[in-house]
């Protein structure tokens, strides 16, 4: 199924106030501002330290960028559940289409 819709960008506004470390199964991020913390898969790990080091990515310039390629319908979609999740723990902001 096509979106008929842009793609919202998202970006990592408060990228100085996360404290991130990584491992092989995953990552955890503190977030400075409310000393919570987050757990995550290798894939969301990546896909979170991508945003970090961006101004702003669409989901299919984040699935490019973690898959190396170009990225199947499914990769976005899977990217945009990420991004979806990121934004409901207050770690990225979506910005307007």
């Known amino acids: 199924m096509i979106s008929?819709?842009?793609p919202r960008s998202a970006r990592c506004h408060r990228a100085a106030d996360f404290a991130v470390r990584?491992?092989?199964?995953?990552?955890?991020?503190?977030d400075e501002a409310d000393a919570s913390l987050h757990?995550?898969?290798p894939i969301a790990g990546e896909a979170f330290s991508l945003l970090r080091a961006h101004l702003a990515?669409?989901?299919h310039a984040l699935a490019s960028l973690l898959f190396q390629d170009e990225p199947q319908e499914d990769?976005?979609?899977m990217v945009?559940?990420?991004?979806?999740?990121?934004?409901h723990m207050g770690l990225i902001e979506r910005l307007p289409a």
């Open 4 to 6: 008929t819709h842009a």
């Open 22 to 30: 990584v491992w092989a199964d995953g990552a955890v991020v503190y």
């Open 39 to 41: 757990a995550l898969n």
């Open 57 to 59: 990515l669409t989901p």
């Open 80 to 87: 945009e559940q990420l991004l979806s999740a990121f934004e």
């Open 75 to 77: 990769d976005v979609a």
